[in-house]
């Protein structure tokens, strides 16, 4: 009993004891925890730390290896490239070579050889030197046939002036002009004067007035009144070059009868006689009657087309 009597007077000793025993434990035990929590922090962030820059180490060497690999893949492209680049440039300065060899081979031996055109300007300028001569010839020639036609030209206008002045030719009675009785000798143009014949004029025929009957012109225009030739053309004869005309109908407009009116040529007495004599004339020269029905349809069709021919240019001229 004793020993409950003391441990109940010890009881109140013992809590208090407990409690702030168990107060100092906890605040150790906080202060342990802190140290604790902040040793693990820092243990760990030595770890990432050393963690990442493990990794930072894997990534520069393989980030090396990577732009290494991609360096050297370059270089060995960038080297094809030039390889290939000067082979190229070696094979077009060859063929440049070899075409330029050719190309002046070629032009050398067929376009622009030396000696043949050597030889063929040596031809031109013989030749020019040839035409040069024969022009000139023909220029001296020229001009010598001009002159000598100036001259003869000259001596026939004297010769006509001579002949139109004979009159002033002296006489044994009367000297003339050009002989002066104080010269020595004649003037050239009394001798020239002296040569001449004098100049005859001569005398206008009259032409015979003659009146046209109405039966000579029916008469002339027949086709026997044109003019014919003696003799025939040779049959090898060439005709001549060019639009020309045959002659037949030549000659038949240039000798074209006379075909007065009847007005100006007959009697007003014998009109009526003149035409019925016309009349009779031109019914034994048809052959039918149908001729004017085929004479008056071929002029309505003429007519006709040239009237369509004149529509067409005028509405030409106004689309226009």
């Known amino acids: 009993m004793a020993t409950l009597a003391r441990l109940q007077a010890r009881s109140t000793c013992l809590g208090q004891q407990f409690y702030f025993r ?21 243990f760990r962030g030595c770890q990432i730390r050393a963690y990442i820059r493990y990794l930072q180490r894997i990534v520069i060497v393989l980030q090396k290896w990577w732009r290494g690999y991609s ?13 290939h680049t000067m082979k190229m440039n070696t094979y077009n300065a060859m063929a440049v070579r070899i075409q330029k060899l ?14 043949y055109l050597k030889a063929y300007l040596r031809a031109v300028s013989e030749t020019n030197d040839t035409i040069r001569e024969a022009l000139e010839e023909f220029a001296d020639m020229k001009e010598r046939e001009e002159t000598k036609a100036d001259l003869e030209r000259e001596e026939k206008q004297r010769d006509d002036r001579a002949r139109k002045m004979h009159y002033l030719l002296s006489t044994k009675q009367i ?9 020595k000798e004649p003037d050239p143009w009394e001798l020239r004067l ?11 025929q009259a032409k015979p007035t003659c009146s046209v009957q109405l039966s000579s012109w029916l008469a002339c225009t027949s086709a026997r009144s044109f003019p014919r030739s003696e003799f025939l053309p040779p049959i090898d004869r060439k005709q001549c070059q060019g639009p020309f005309r045959d002659i037949a109908e030549v000659l038949k407009q240039r000798y074209k009868p006379l075909e007065p009116t009847l007005r100006s040529e007959e009697p007003i007495s014998e009109l009526k006689a003149a035409r019925e004599d016309f009349k009779r004339q031109e019914w034994t020269k048809n052959i039918h009657d149908n001729m004017i029905s085929r004479l008056y349809c071929q002029h309505l069709i003429s007519s006709q087309s040239m009237e369509n021919y ?9 689309g226009c």
């Open 102 to 115: 050719w190309r002046g081979y070629r032009i050398r031996k067929y376009c622009f050889d030396y000696f």
């Open 71 to 83: 360096a050297r893949k370059h270089y060995q492209l960038i080297v094809k490239l030039a390889y």
């Open 310 to 318: 004149i529509q067409k240019l005028d509405k030409f001229y106004k």
């Open 22 to 42: 168990n107060s100092v434990v906890d605040v150790f035990r906080k202060k342990e925890y802190d140290a604790a929590v902040k040793i693990q922090s820092w």
């Open 175 to 183: 000297p003339g002009i050009y002989n002066s009785p104080f010269r």
């Open 194 to 204: 002296q040569k001449a014949k004098p100049l005859t004029h001569r005398r206008s």
